[in-house]
C-alpha cells in the first residue's frame, strides 16, 4: 500500500524559514510528478510547487525567489524549502503525487499527504 507522508512543519516568525519533506512509501513502480499544495483557512486549495521526475520545476507567483522544490529519487523524497516567510504563507501543506504502484494494477494514480500545519507569525 502506497502513502505519502508529510514532516516539518510548526511555527515560525515572519522572515524564518522552514523545510517540508514529503516521503513516499510502500510497494513503488515509479514516481512521476510531486507536487505541494497548500490551503489556508477559508480559502481554496492551492498549487505551491511541482517537479517533475527530471527535475523540472514550477512555483506559483506568490513563493518564486522565496520557495525551492527538490527531489531525492533514491530515497522518493520530495523537499519544500521555505524561506522569507510570510504570514499569509500560513496554511496546511499537502504533498501530492502520482505513483505507480509495483502491485497490479500497474497503473499510475494521484496520492495525497496526510498535511503538515505551517504557521507564520507576524
Known amino acids: 500500500q502506497v502513502q505519502l507522508v508529510e514532516s516539518g512543519g510548526g511555527l515560525v516568525q515572519a522572515g524564518g524559514s522552514l523545510r517540508l519533506s514529503c516521503a513516499a512509501s510502500g510497494s513503488i513502480f515509479s514516481i512521476n510528478v510531486m507536487d505541494w499544495y497548500r490551503q489556508a483557512p477559508g480559502k481554496q486549495r492551492e498549487l505551491v510547487a511541482i517537479i517533475t521526475s527530471g527535475g523540472a520545476t514550477n512555483y506559483a507567483d506568490s513563493v518564486k525567489g522565496r520557495f525551492t522544490i527538490s527531489r531525492d529519487n533514491t530515497k522518493n523524497t520530495m523537499y519544500l524549502q521555505m524561506e522569507s516567510l510570510k504570514p499569509e504563507d500560513t496554511a496546511v501543506y499537502y504533498c501530492?503525487?502520482?505513483?505507480?504502484?509495483?502491485?497490479?494494477?500497474?497503473?499510475?494514480?494521484?496520492?495525497w499527504g496526510q498535511g503538515t500545519q505551517v504557521t507564520v507569525s507576524p
Open positions: 501530492n503525487a502520482v505513483i505507480t504502484a509495483a502491485t497490479l494494477p500497474k497503473t499510475p494514480r494521484n496520492y
